[in-house]
């Protein structure tokens, strides 16, 4: 299966243990059944059990470790998207539901009549991301802006700010964070981190050198 990107809603997180969720959210519940895959905040989540208003997952020790689930508690926001009808448009890019890691959000500013976002993140996501190519983040489709060698930055417009959490974040607040697809292909087509193959370049040119002195 797969997600756009564009989130359906915002849903509260009702219970949260070492292990599941129950989620409230009324408006993805209409022709969802058990077993139907939904993006919480960007990751892949099997709904367990449905109730009214609501739909419990079980959440994996490895989902925790590279995603910002485990920060949740009762009472948070979470962007809901379910995997997307064969029969749907697609409004943002190709999204797994499969988180690469987290970024750290560093600085927040209006742009105008946007609000610019710069994230921090490692260095083999970073080195996938590039300038007017897409990201997820928390499970949003969005157009990178920037991009430098420990962050990148983003331009949210005043209607994904209200469709989606991002209103709510600040410095310092972690996201969950997905690469292009395509760029995951292309780096393992060519055999490997580009970061990688740049770096034996440069040390095979200094062992010439030295060799040469």
């Known amino acids: 299966m797969s997600f756009t990107g564009i989130i359906e809603t915002v849903g509260v997180v009702a219970k949260c243990d070492a292990s599941s969720f129950f989620i409230k959210a009324d408006k993805i519940l ?55 009808a064969a029969d749907g448009r697609f409004g943002g890019h190709i999204v797994s539901g499969h988180i690469d890691g987290r970024g750290k959000i560093t600085k927040i500013q209006n742009d105008g009549n946007a609000v610019r976002f710069w994230i921090a993140a490692d260095e083999k996501i970073l080195q996938l991301i590039v300038e007017k190519g897409s990201i997820t983040i928390d499970g949003i489709s969005l157009t990178v802006v920037s991009v430098s060698d420990s962050d990148f930055s983003i331009s949210i417009i005043p209607h994904t700010l209200g469709e989606t959490t991002l209103g709510e974040k600040r410095a310092g607040d972690s996201v969950n964070l997905e690469n292009d697809i395509i760029a995951k292909y292309v780096e393992r087509l060519l055999g490997g981190s580009a970061a990688q193959r740049l770096q034996s370049e440069r040390e095979e040119k200094l062992l010439t050198w030295l060799g040469e002195g």
């Open 30 to 84: 209409d022709g969802t059944h058990i077993g139907d895959s939904i993006a919480v905040n960007g990751v892949c989540l099997t709904v367990t059990r449905l109730t009214q208003g609501g739909f419990y997952a079980d959440v994996m020790p490895e989902t925790f470790s590279r995603s910002n689930l485990g920060e949740l508690t009762a009472g948070s926001h979470v962007n809901l998207e379910r995997a997307m």
